[in-house]
């Protein structure tokens, strides 16, 4: 699992990704699950799943470079 990044999931159906050692620094991947994202967890130290209201699981790649 990262250890610099941590994200949540929102219900504007976006997920944001941050850096703890940029915390300046924030990726927003929009549109992610219609109706809000309603669970994040990390499966390694760059892949993240996602569920949300719209019974989904997506696996989204988030290397640390992404951040911006």
Request: neutral net charge; charged residues 20%; proline residues 4%.
């Amino acid at each position: 699992m990262s250890k610099t990044l941590f994200s949540s999931g929102s219900l504007d159906e976006s997920i944001y990704v941050w850096d703890f050692t940029r915390p300046e620094m924030k990726l927003q991947i929009p549109f992610s699950h219609k109706g809000g994202v309603t669970c994040v967890i990390w499966l390694s130290a760059d892949k993240l799943a996602s569920v949300g209201n719209d019974h989904a699981v997506v696996t989204w790649n988030i290397p640390s470079s992404a951040l911006k």
